[in-house]
Protein backbone atom coordinates (compact mmCIF):
# COMPACT_ATOMS: atom_id res chain seq x y z
CA UNK A 1 0.00 0.00 0.00
CA UNK A 2 1.49 3.58 -1.30
CA UNK A 3 1.54 5.40 2.89
CA UNK A 4 1.72 8.49 0.55
CA UNK A 5 -1.85 9.48 -0.63
CA UNK A 6 -3.01 8.14 2.90
CA UNK A 7 -4.40 10.73 5.18
CA UNK A 8 -2.14 11.66 7.74
CA UNK A 9 0.73 10.61 5.79
CA UNK A 10 2.66 13.91 5.80
CA UNK A 11 2.79 13.86 9.55
CA UNK A 12 4.55 10.80 9.65
CA UNK A 13 7.77 11.90 10.03
CA UNK A 14 6.38 14.03 13.51
CA UNK A 15 5.99 10.63 15.09
CA UNK A 16 8.99 9.51 17.18
CA UNK A 17 11.56 7.50 15.45
CA UNK A 18 10.95 4.37 18.08
CA UNK A 19 7.33 4.47 16.77
CA UNK A 20 8.02 4.71 13.01
CA UNK A 21 10.66 2.47 12.89
CA UNK A 22 8.76 -0.66 14.49
CA UNK A 23 9.37 -3.07 12.71
CA UNK A 24 6.74 -4.82 10.12
CA UNK A 25 6.34 -8.49 11.61
CA UNK A 26 8.04 -11.30 9.13
CA UNK A 27 5.51 -13.93 10.21
CA UNK A 28 2.46 -11.80 10.19
CA UNK A 29 2.83 -11.04 5.91
CA UNK A 30 2.73 -14.53 5.05
CA UNK A 31 -0.24 -15.51 7.58
CA UNK A 32 -2.13 -12.63 5.89
CA UNK A 33 -1.02 -14.34 2.32
CA UNK A 34 -2.36 -17.71 3.14
CA UNK A 35 -4.76 -16.83 6.00
CA UNK A 36 -8.01 -17.38 3.74
CA UNK A 37 -6.62 -20.29 1.74
CA UNK A 38 -9.52 -23.14 1.59
CA UNK A 39 -8.00 -26.45 3.56
CA UNK A 40 -4.62 -24.51 4.72
CA UNK A 41 -2.91 -26.18 8.07
CA UNK A 42 -1.48 -23.37 9.56
CA UNK A 43 2.00 -24.37 11.84
CA UNK A 44 3.40 -20.34 11.64
CA UNK A 45 2.28 -18.94 14.74
CA UNK A 46 3.11 -20.38 18.02
CA UNK A 47 -0.14 -21.87 19.36
CA UNK A 48 -1.47 -25.38 19.76
CA UNK A 49 -5.20 -26.46 18.30
CA UNK A 50 -6.39 -27.07 21.46
CA UNK A 51 -9.09 -24.40 22.99
CA UNK A 52 -8.62 -24.07 26.55
CA UNK A 53 -9.47 -26.90 28.79
CA UNK A 54 -13.24 -26.26 30.27
CA UNK A 55 -11.75 -26.27 33.69
CA UNK A 56 -10.08 -23.12 33.47
CA UNK A 57 -13.00 -21.32 31.02
CA UNK A 58 -15.88 -22.23 33.72
CA UNK A 59 -13.76 -20.76 36.29
CA UNK A 60 -13.54 -17.41 34.43
CA UNK A 61 -17.37 -18.03 33.77
CA UNK A 62 -18.20 -17.68 37.46
CA UNK A 63 -16.16 -15.32 38.04
CA UNK A 64 -18.09 -12.98 35.22
CA UNK A 65 -21.60 -14.68 36.72
CA UNK A 66 -20.36 -13.32 40.30
CA UNK A 67 -19.97 -9.73 39.19
CA UNK A 68 -16.26 -9.56 39.27
CA UNK A 69 -16.05 -7.26 36.40
CA UNK A 70 -14.42 -4.08 38.06
CA UNK A 71 -11.13 -2.52 38.65
CA UNK A 72 -8.90 -4.77 40.55
CA UNK A 73 -5.48 -5.06 42.19
CA UNK A 74 -2.58 -3.93 39.88
CA UNK A 75 -0.46 -6.25 41.33
CA UNK A 76 -2.62 -9.17 40.57
CA UNK A 77 -5.05 -10.30 42.98
CA UNK A 78 -3.93 -11.66 46.08
CA UNK A 79 -5.33 -15.54 45.74
CA UNK A 80 -3.32 -15.24 41.98
CA UNK A 81 -0.17 -14.40 43.48
CA UNK A 82 -0.43 -16.60 45.73
CA UNK A 83 -0.96 -19.62 43.28
CA UNK A 84 1.97 -18.44 41.03
CA UNK A 85 4.18 -18.87 44.34
CA UNK A 86 2.67 -22.58 45.31
CA UNK A 87 3.58 -23.46 41.37
CA UNK A 88 6.90 -22.34 41.57
CA UNK A 89 7.59 -24.28 44.76
CA UNK A 90 6.18 -27.44 43.09
CA UNK A 91 8.16 -26.82 39.85
CA UNK A 92 11.43 -25.95 41.56
CA UNK A 93 11.41 -27.32 44.83
CA UNK A 94 11.54 -24.40 47.33
CA UNK A 95 9.71 -21.62 48.92
CA UNK A 96 9.04 -18.32 46.72
CA UNK A 97 6.82 -15.33 47.73
CA UNK A 98 3.66 -14.32 46.46
CA UNK A 99 5.81 -10.68 46.31
CA UNK A 100 8.00 -11.61 44.07
CA UNK A 101 5.30 -11.70 41.10
CA UNK A 102 3.14 -9.75 39.20
CA UNK A 103 0.33 -10.13 36.53
CA UNK A 104 0.74 -8.73 33.02
CA UNK A 105 -1.56 -8.52 30.39
CA UNK A 106 0.47 -11.49 28.50
CA UNK A 107 3.92 -12.52 28.41
CA UNK A 108 4.45 -9.28 26.30
CA UNK A 109 3.78 -6.45 28.60
CA UNK A 110 6.12 -9.00 30.94
CA UNK A 111 9.23 -8.42 28.43
CA UNK A 112 8.09 -4.58 27.68
CA UNK A 113 8.23 -3.74 31.72
CA UNK A 114 11.30 -5.44 31.85
CA UNK A 115 12.91 -4.01 29.40
CA UNK A 116 11.63 -0.29 30.04
CA UNK A 117 12.91 -0.84 33.91
CA UNK A 118 16.84 -1.80 32.57
CA UNK A 119 17.11 0.08 29.62
CA UNK A 120 16.56 3.45 27.20
CA UNK A 121 18.08 5.56 25.02
CA UNK A 122 21.43 5.13 24.66
CA UNK A 123 21.48 1.64 26.26
CA UNK A 124 22.13 -1.71 24.84
CA UNK A 125 20.57 -5.19 25.42
CA UNK A 126 22.28 -7.99 23.60
CA UNK A 127 19.63 -11.12 21.73
CA UNK A 128 21.41 -14.64 20.79
CA UNK A 129 19.71 -15.40 17.16
CA UNK A 130 17.36 -16.65 15.75
CA UNK A 131 15.22 -15.22 18.45
CA UNK A 132 11.29 -14.16 18.66
CA UNK A 133 11.02 -10.75 16.76
CA UNK A 134 8.93 -9.17 19.81
CA UNK A 135 12.19 -9.32 21.53
CA UNK A 136 13.83 -6.81 19.22
CA UNK A 137 10.97 -5.14 18.89
CA UNK A 138 10.54 -4.66 22.44
CA UNK A 139 13.75 -3.07 22.93
CA UNK A 140 13.51 -0.88 19.86
CA UNK A 141 10.63 0.91 21.36
CA UNK A 142 12.04 1.49 24.68
CA UNK A 143 14.35 3.88 23.16
CA UNK A 144 17.51 1.29 22.87
CA UNK A 145 19.43 -0.71 20.88
CA UNK A 146 19.17 -4.44 20.36
CA UNK A 147 22.75 -6.02 19.80
CA UNK A 148 22.18 -9.26 18.02
CA UNK A 149 24.61 -11.99 18.52
CA UNK A 150 24.01 -14.96 16.25
CA UNK A 151 24.76 -18.64 17.67
CA UNK A 152 26.48 -21.20 15.84
CA UNK A 153 24.74 -23.57 13.46
CA UNK A 154 26.60 -26.93 12.68
CA UNK A 155 24.32 -29.76 11.01
CA UNK A 156 20.94 -28.14 11.50
CA UNK A 157 21.80 -27.59 15.26
CA UNK A 158 22.21 -24.25 17.14
CA UNK A 159 25.07 -23.96 19.88
CA UNK A 160 25.69 -20.56 22.20
CA UNK A 161 29.25 -19.12 21.55
CA UNK A 162 29.77 -17.47 25.05
CA UNK A 163 33.00 -15.99 24.18
CA UNK A 164 31.31 -14.37 21.22
CA UNK A 165 28.16 -12.95 23.33
CA UNK A 166 31.13 -12.02 25.96
CA UNK A 167 32.81 -10.02 23.48
CA UNK A 168 29.86 -8.25 22.41
CA UNK A 169 29.49 -6.26 25.98
CA UNK A 170 30.35 -2.95 26.04
CA UNK A 171 30.14 0.00 28.50
CA UNK A 172 26.46 0.66 27.20
CA UNK A 173 25.55 -3.02 27.74
CA UNK A 174 22.06 -2.76 30.10
CA UNK A 175 21.37 -6.48 29.61
CA UNK A 176 21.34 -9.75 28.04
CA UNK A 177 17.96 -11.36 26.90
CA UNK A 178 17.78 -15.42 27.52
CA UNK A 179 15.15 -17.44 25.95
CA UNK A 180 15.53 -21.10 26.58
CA UNK A 181 14.31 -23.23 25.45
CA UNK A 182 13.99 -21.12 22.55
CA UNK A 183 11.60 -19.97 19.75
CA UNK A 184 12.13 -20.61 16.83
CA UNK A 185 14.90 -22.86 17.08
CA UNK A 186 14.72 -25.00 20.26
CA UNK A 187 17.80 -24.63 21.68
CA UNK A 188 18.03 -25.04 25.45
CA UNK A 189 20.62 -23.76 27.69
CA UNK A 190 22.21 -26.67 29.81
CA UNK A 191 23.33 -25.14 33.49
CA UNK A 192 26.56 -25.01 32.60
CA UNK A 193 25.71 -22.51 29.95
CA UNK A 194 23.40 -20.57 32.36
CA UNK A 195 26.43 -20.66 34.69
CA UNK A 196 28.59 -19.14 32.61
CA UNK A 197 25.61 -16.33 31.55
CA UNK A 198 25.16 -15.73 35.34
CA UNK A 199 28.87 -15.07 35.64
CA UNK A 200 28.81 -13.16 32.92
CA UNK A 201 26.22 -11.07 34.70
CA UNK A 202 27.58 -10.43 37.85
CA UNK A 203 31.10 -10.06 36.54
CA UNK A 204 29.63 -6.90 34.27
CA UNK A 205 26.70 -5.93 36.66
CA UNK A 206 24.21 -6.10 33.95
CA UNK A 207 20.44 -7.98 33.60
CA UNK A 208 19.30 -10.96 32.65
CA UNK A 209 15.74 -11.26 31.37
CA UNK A 210 15.15 -14.98 31.47
CA UNK A 211 12.11 -16.00 29.49
CA UNK A 212 11.97 -19.80 30.41
CA UNK A 213 8.13 -20.07 28.61
CA UNK A 214 8.24 -23.36 26.98
CA UNK A 215 10.25 -24.74 30.07
CA UNK A 216 8.15 -27.57 30.37
CA UNK A 217 8.47 -28.66 27.38
CA UNK A 218 11.49 -30.68 26.59
CA UNK A 219 11.66 -34.03 25.53
CA UNK A 220 14.54 -35.99 27.36
CA UNK A 221 12.21 -37.69 30.02
CA UNK A 222 13.17 -34.18 32.72
CA UNK A 223 9.96 -32.42 33.89
CA UNK A 224 11.80 -29.19 32.88
CA UNK A 225 14.52 -27.63 31.53
CA UNK A 226 17.33 -26.37 33.74
CA UNK A 227 16.29 -22.70 35.21
CA UNK A 228 18.18 -19.63 36.23
CA UNK A 229 16.11 -20.48 39.60
CA UNK A 230 18.23 -23.35 40.09
CA UNK A 231 21.65 -21.44 40.60
CA UNK A 232 20.83 -17.91 41.30
CA UNK A 233 21.33 -16.43 44.71
CA UNK A 234 19.09 -13.65 45.92
CA UNK A 235 21.06 -10.51 44.88
CA UNK A 236 21.70 -11.69 41.34
CA UNK A 237 20.31 -9.68 38.81
CA UNK A 238 17.91 -11.99 37.10
CA UNK A 239 13.86 -10.70 35.48
CA UNK A 240 11.69 -13.72 35.05
CA UNK A 241 8.95 -13.64 32.16
CA UNK A 242 6.25 -15.69 31.74
CA UNK A 243 2.92 -16.31 30.07
CA UNK A 244 0.09 -18.93 30.41
CA UNK A 245 -0.45 -19.08 26.72
CA UNK A 246 1.38 -21.68 25.74
CA UNK A 247 1.09 -24.65 28.68
CA UNK A 248 -2.53 -24.27 29.21
CA UNK A 249 -3.71 -23.48 25.80
CA UNK A 250 -4.58 -19.57 27.05
CA UNK A 251 -3.10 -17.83 24.27
CA UNK A 252 -6.10 -15.43 23.28
CA UNK A 253 -6.86 -14.80 26.91
CA UNK A 254 -3.81 -12.19 27.18
CA UNK A 255 -2.25 -12.75 30.54
CA UNK A 256 0.90 -13.49 31.90
CA UNK A 257 3.43 -12.88 35.18
CA UNK A 258 6.54 -11.37 35.66
CA UNK A 259 8.92 -11.90 38.73
CA UNK A 260 11.12 -9.70 40.25
CA UNK A 261 13.24 -9.22 43.50
CA UNK A 262 10.21 -7.97 46.20
CA UNK A 263 11.81 -4.59 46.30
CA UNK A 264 10.84 -3.63 42.79
CA UNK A 265 7.24 -4.36 43.25
CA UNK A 266 6.33 -0.63 42.83
CA UNK A 267 7.92 -0.15 40.23
CA UNK A 268 6.00 -2.83 38.64
CA UNK A 269 3.09 -1.31 39.78
CA UNK A 270 3.02 1.67 38.47
CA UNK A 271 4.28 0.59 34.58
CA UNK A 272 1.53 -2.05 34.44
CA UNK A 273 -1.07 1.32 35.77
CA UNK A 274 0.65 3.47 33.14
CA UNK A 275 -0.46 0.94 30.73
CA UNK A 276 -2.57 -1.56 31.21
CA UNK A 277 -4.03 -0.81 34.94
CA UNK A 278 -4.46 -4.40 35.60
CA UNK A 279 -5.39 -8.01 34.30
CA UNK A 280 -9.38 -8.30 34.58
CA UNK A 281 -10.47 -10.37 37.68
CA UNK A 282 -12.53 -12.97 35.68
CA UNK A 283 -8.99 -13.46 33.85
CA UNK A 284 -7.45 -14.03 36.88
CA UNK A 285 -9.91 -16.41 38.22
CA UNK A 286 -9.19 -18.71 34.92
CA UNK A 287 -5.30 -18.64 36.05
CA UNK A 288 -5.81 -19.80 39.27
CA UNK A 289 -7.58 -22.74 37.90
CA UNK A 290 -4.69 -23.42 35.29
CA UNK A 291 -2.17 -23.29 37.86
CA UNK A 292 -3.93 -25.61 40.76
CA UNK A 293 -5.51 -28.26 38.76
CA UNK A 294 -3.79 -27.93 35.03
CA UNK A 295 -1.10 -30.15 35.80
CA UNK A 296 -3.02 -33.03 33.80
CA UNK A 297 -3.62 -31.24 31.08
CA UNK A 298 -0.36 -30.00 30.50
CA UNK A 299 0.86 -33.38 30.62
CA UNK A 300 -1.47 -33.69 27.32
CA UNK A 301 0.53 -30.84 25.80
CA UNK A 302 4.03 -32.11 26.42
CA UNK A 303 2.97 -35.41 26.05
CA UNK A 304 1.16 -34.00 22.09
CA UNK A 305 3.86 -32.02 21.00
CA UNK A 306 6.70 -35.09 21.64
CA UNK A 307 4.80 -37.00 19.01
CA UNK A 308 4.25 -33.81 16.89
CA UNK A 309 8.31 -33.53 17.23
CA UNK A 310 8.94 -37.22 16.04
CA UNK A 311 6.53 -36.99 13.23
CA UNK A 312 7.83 -33.90 11.61
CA UNK A 313 11.17 -34.51 12.12
CA UNK A 314 11.19 -37.97 10.91
CA UNK A 315 8.92 -36.90 7.73
CA UNK A 316 11.13 -33.53 6.94
CA UNK A 317 14.16 -35.91 7.30
CA UNK A 318 13.17 -37.99 4.84
CA UNK A 319 12.69 -35.85 2.26
CA UNK A 320 16.72 -35.30 1.95
CA UNK A 321 15.85 -32.06 1.08
CA UNK A 322 16.56 -30.24 4.64
CA UNK A 323 18.93 -29.51 7.31
CA UNK A 324 17.81 -29.88 10.70
CA UNK A 325 17.89 -31.78 13.99
CA UNK A 326 15.80 -32.92 16.52
CA UNK A 327 14.84 -29.45 19.08
CA UNK A 328 15.77 -30.41 22.46
CA UNK A 329 12.97 -28.08 23.68
CA UNK A 330 9.62 -26.19 22.87
CA UNK A 331 7.67 -26.89 20.35
CA UNK A 332 9.32 -25.39 17.04
CA UNK A 333 11.10 -27.29 14.59
CA UNK A 334 13.45 -24.73 12.55
CA UNK A 335 15.31 -26.13 9.21
CA UNK A 336 16.55 -24.90 5.67
CA UNK A 337 15.96 -26.12 2.39
CA UNK A 338 19.28 -27.26 0.60
CA UNK A 339 19.56 -24.82 -2.21
CA UNK A 340 16.79 -21.97 -1.08
CA UNK A 341 18.51 -19.09 0.65
CA UNK A 342 15.19 -16.59 0.68
CA UNK A 343 13.24 -18.10 3.54
CA UNK A 344 10.40 -15.16 3.10
CA UNK A 345 10.00 -16.35 -0.19
CA UNK A 346 10.27 -20.34 0.57
CA UNK A 347 7.66 -19.74 2.82
CA UNK A 348 5.48 -17.46 0.82
CA UNK A 349 5.69 -20.36 -2.32
CA UNK A 350 4.86 -23.39 0.07
CA UNK A 351 1.60 -21.32 1.41
CA UNK A 352 0.33 -21.05 -2.35
CA UNK A 353 2.18 -25.35 -3.43
CA UNK A 354 1.96 -27.12 -0.19
CA UNK A 355 -1.21 -24.98 1.35
CA UNK A 356 0.97 -25.27 4.77
CA UNK A 357 1.65 -22.08 6.73
CA UNK A 358 5.43 -21.73 7.85
CA UNK A 359 7.01 -18.58 9.29
CA UNK A 360 10.01 -17.61 7.48
CA UNK A 361 13.34 -17.77 9.08
CA UNK A 362 13.97 -14.25 7.85
CA UNK A 363 11.43 -12.85 10.46
CA UNK A 364 14.16 -14.11 13.39
CA UNK A 365 17.13 -12.20 12.86
CA UNK A 366 20.65 -12.68 12.26
CA UNK A 367 21.33 -16.48 11.79
CA UNK A 368 17.91 -17.39 10.87
CA UNK A 369 17.81 -16.16 7.67
CA UNK A 370 17.61 -19.76 5.61
CA UNK A 371 15.35 -21.00 7.99
CA UNK A 372 12.03 -22.21 8.32
CA UNK A 373 10.04 -22.85 11.74
CA UNK A 374 6.93 -25.15 12.03
CA UNK A 375 4.98 -24.90 15.06
CA UNK A 376 4.14 -28.86 15.86
CA UNK A 377 1.90 -28.72 18.93
CA UNK A 378 -0.72 -29.58 16.89
CA UNK A 379 -2.68 -33.12 16.81
CA UNK A 380 -1.26 -35.46 14.73
CA UNK A 381 -3.72 -35.96 11.72
CA UNK A 382 -3.05 -32.37 10.76
CA UNK A 383 1.00 -33.01 10.91
CA UNK A 384 0.87 -36.34 8.90
CA UNK A 385 -0.68 -34.26 6.34
CA UNK A 386 1.13 -31.26 6.84
CA UNK A 387 4.68 -32.96 6.28
CA UNK A 388 2.82 -35.10 2.87
CA UNK A 389 2.56 -32.08 1.54
CA UNK A 390 5.89 -30.46 1.81
CA UNK A 391 7.19 -33.57 0.94
CA UNK A 392 5.40 -33.64 -2.18
CA UNK A 393 6.10 -29.41 -2.65
CA UNK A 394 10.28 -29.71 -1.42
CA UNK A 395 10.41 -32.85 -4.01
CA UNK A 396 9.69 -30.44 -6.84
CA UNK A 397 11.41 -26.70 -5.62
Known amino acids: MNTAILPGSTLLAELRPEARNAPESGIVEVVNHGRLKPGLIPLWVGEGDLSTPSFIADAAARSLAAGETFYTWQRGIPELREALARYHQRLYGRAFSPESFYVTGSGMQSVQIAV ?6 GDEILIPTPAWPNFGAAVGVSGAATVCVPMDYTQGRFTLDLDRLAKAITPRTRGILVNSPSNPTGWTATKAEQEALLALSRKHGIWLVADEIYGRFVYDGSERASSFHDIMEAEDRVIFVQTFSKNWAMTGWRIGWIEVPVAFGQIVENLIQYSTSGSPVFVQR ?11 FVAEQIARAAEGRRIVFEGLKATNRVTLSAPVGAFYQFFSVDGREDSRKLALDLVDSANVGLAPGTAFGPGGETGLRLCFARNSADLVEAVARLQ ?6
Open 116 to 121: RMIAGP
Open 286 to 296: GAIAALDEGEG
Open 392 to 397: KALATL
